[in-house]
Each structure stands twice: as C-alpha cells, then as structure tokens.
C-alpha cells in the first residue's frame, strides 16, 4: 500500500507519523491493516482509512505522553514524516527507559489479572463472574507476552504459542477464555456487542473493530479473532467514565463480547489457576 495519500491527508500537516504494529514486525498477512501513529497531540480514537485496495488505521497521540502504558507500545516504531526531528527524540528517550517500561507493564498486568480475579471470586452470578475472569486471563496474556519482550495484539495468541517458557500459560490462556468456542456465528455476536462497548467507551469507532475482527476471520483465525473480541471486550468493560445508563447498556453487551460462561465451577476453578500464576509472575519481578 502506497502510505503517501495517506501521509498527506493528516492534519495539522507536517505532524510526526510513525509505523507501528503487525506490519512492521512481520507477524502480519495481507489482510492485515497498516497501524500508523500520528503525533498530533489529538488523542483522539482511531480512525479508518482506505486507500485503494489498502487500509489503515490512524492512532493519535501525542509527544507529551508519560503513561508507561502508552509509551511501552513506542518502543518499536518506523519513523515515516519528522520535519523537526522532535519524534526521533522522544523515541529515543523511550528506548533507552526500554527494559524499565517493560517491568512497570508486567508488573501492572499481573497486578489487574490477581485483582480481576478476585472479583470474579467474589462476584455473582455467574456471567458477571466470567466476565471478570477472562478479563484477568486476558491481564495475564499481556504479562506474559510483555515477558518475552512482546507487545499484547490482536495476534497476541501467535506469540503465546511462541514463546516456549514451560510456564504453560498459553494452554491456561486458551483454556480459561474459551477461544475452542470460536465459530463464526459467535465471532458475528461477539463482534457487534464488542464494537458498540468500544464505540460507547469512546475507545476504537465500530468500523476498526469490524475490520480487524474480519481480517482474521478472513485468514482463518477463528481462535484469534476471538481472542481480539475479548480483549476489545476487556478495555470497554474496563473503561472509565461512561453515564449511568449507558452503563447498563455496557453491561449487557460486556456480556456477549466476552462469551460469559455459565458454568460456576469453571468460572471458580480458572479464577482460581490465574491468580495464582499472575501471583507467581508478582513474586519473580520482586526486587526489580
């Protein structure tokens, strides 16, 4: 895909813009999106764009940013405009922090999945306790692959099953979400609810959602489009701010992008095994 249209088209013109994601380390297929990175200082969702028989996907953000959340995902971007050299800076301040950001998101991903997983211990009924747990499997996905030094994706099931540690976190990932459920019928109602929290916690717009959701459903990847629905599923269950009544709404649809269980004894039992492997990730980083 020809990037120079798009390049062109953002505003303020002249704004830094960076490559980001599958496309540039080489874990995507042809489906895939381009995810660029325009620092506008916007921070803004993300936005859709196609161009040809090419699609990207606009992030905003700003050179500003602080957050080792945002700043960890940074660390490995292809400079594409940079008039002033101000990106080239910024990055280079955020590689040399590299290791330290790495450490503060496991650290902060083991904490979430052990908290998520007390609340799903503690909650009722049921479907509200599932939702709570795979977000804690979802936390201990992102701790494991931010181990190996990778960046949680949507083809985050890819690098799990890459990285042979013998922690058997891949299998307990796989197994507490669910992802042998992926069908396409289900994939089609999990994509809508998963879209529409996002859109309402001002996240990602449906039309992203949609198209990562069919770009790997389109390769076949039934396992990790539903992987990606849950984690789009996560951050919109998880996000601040919404009104009282779009919480219920929220809710509701937390429910269906999640796949929420019924089963009470699978819900406790894999709670249960999260916790303690998030606990044991906690006791490694000891010190660190």
């Known amino acids: ?42 921070g803004g969702p993300p936005e859709l ?33 940079d008039g002033t050299m101000s990106l080239a800076s910024f990055l280079e301040g955020i590689r040399r922090r590299r290791d330290d950001l790495f450490v503060s998101c496991i650290r902060n991903a083991a904490a979430e999945s052990v908290l998520c997983s007390q609340r799903a211990l503690q909650s009722d009924p049921v479907d509200v306790a599932s939702c709570w747990q795979k977000c804690a499997t979802l936390y201990l996905a992102d701790a494991a692959l931010l181990s190996h030094g990778r960046l949680p994706s949507s083809h985050a099931l890819d690098g799990l099953r890459q990285a042979r540690d013998g922690t058997g976190i891949p299998a307990l990932v796989s197994r507490s979400l669910g992802v042998e459920r992926a069908t396409p019928s289900l994939l089609a109602r999990m994509c809508g609810s998963a879209a529409a929290l996002s859109d309402m916690a001002g ?28 984690r789009v599923g996560r951050d919109g269950m998880l996000a601040p701010g919404a009104s009282a009544d779009d919480r219920a709404t ?39």
């Open 203 to 230: 996240l990602m717009p449906p039309d992203v959602v949609e198209f990562k959701a069919a770009s790997l459903q389109h390769d076949g990847r039934l396992a990790d489009c539903y992987y990606y629905l849950c």
């Open 250 to 288: 929220m809710r509701y649809a937390s429910r269906i992008s999640l796949d929420a269980e019924r089963d009470a004894t699978s819900v406790h039992r894999n709670a249960m095994e999260v916790r303690a492997t998030a606990d044991c990730i906690l006791e490694g980083l000891a010190g660190r």
């Open 49 to 81: 764009v196609r161009r040809g028989d090419g699609t990207a996907v606009i992030h905003h953000a700003s050179l500003g940013e602080t957050r080792p959340a945002v700043l960890v995902w940074f660390t490995n971007l292809q400079i594409l405009r």
């Open 1 to 42: 895909m020809d990037l120079t249209p798009v390049l062109d088209g953002l505003r303020p013109a002249g704004s830094p813009v960076a490559l980001a994601g599958c496309r540039l380390d080489g874990t995507n297929s042809e489906s895939c999106a381009h995810d660029l990175v325009a620092f506008d200082g916007s």
